[in-house]
């Protein structure tokens, strides 16, 4: 059974700085793999999408790449806003075509 | 320019209560489902839909049941509340199945509370 994990649950840092936030999934079947921004009492909303065959996807200052051997993804965030402050979630597509999720990772950036 | 549109975003439900969570979109799209959404774990799948007429159960179907008479409206019904039915609930489309790569498109929630 696929299993989607993110470390860390929560994640400070001062603005400015780059960073980068990390999702495993166990299971290296999967047809892609996405990012997603959650907002405090707001909805889900994709930032990338890489598929299977890819090795990453760039949007602005966020990048994501995908390393399907050894089940793993990570999102790089360069020189962080306080805008960015959210959650943030991965989700890859199964076998079975269904979204798999991970719990997410809070993310705060200081002024 | 409303997308998907949740109601109601906050509900107090009794033990044993039914209400429906209601999920509607203007975007035509195929694919919708519902997810619910639990402290420290990912979002897990409850029903979804393929198109008008067409449901199927996800990860958690369990006292939940849904219908699709149309291609815009995707209620989920709680026949029966239980405490470990106090969640949030999210409705979600998009153009195609979520196989084909196609952006999925979520309401902004609704926070469910069983006591």
């Known amino acids: 059974k696929q299993e989607v994990t993110q470390i860390p649950a929560a994640l400070s840092v001062p603005e400015g700085e780059n960073l980068v936030l990390n999702c495993s999934f166990t299971d290296s079947a999967i047809y892609n793999l996405q990012w997603f921004r959650q907002d405090p009492g707001k909805g889900l909303t994709s930032l990338l999408l890489i598929q299977s065959s890819q090795r990453e996807q760039t949007s602005g200052r966020l990048n994501a790449s995908l390393d399907k051997s050894s089940g793993r993804s990570t999102l790089y965030i360069a020189a962080s806003q306080p805008g960015d402050s959210a959650t943030y979630l991965c989700a890859v597509k199964d076998s079975n075509y269904q979204l798999i999720w991970g719990a997410g990772t809070k993310l705060i950036i200081k002024p | ?115």
Request: negative net charge; glycine residues 10%; charged residues 10%.
């Open chain 2, 1 to 115: 320019n409303a997308g998907v549109t949740q109601t109601p975003k906050f509900q107090v439900l009794k033990t044993g209560q039914s209400m429906t969570l209601q999920c509607a979109q203007d975007m035509n799209h195929e694919y919708m489902s519902w997810y619910r959404q639990d402290p420290g774990m990912g979002l897990r799948l409850i029903h979804y839909s393929v198109g008008a007429g067409i449901t199927d159960q996800g990860e958690v179907p369990n006292g939940y049941n849904v219908s699709r008479s149309t291609t815009e409206d995707f209620p989920l019904r709680l026949l029966s509340a239980a405490p470990s039915q106090t969640s949030v609930y999210f409705c979600a489309s998009s153009p195609g199945q979520i196989s084909s790569g196609n952006t999925i498109y979520f309401g902004e929630g609704s926070w469910l509370t069983v006591v």
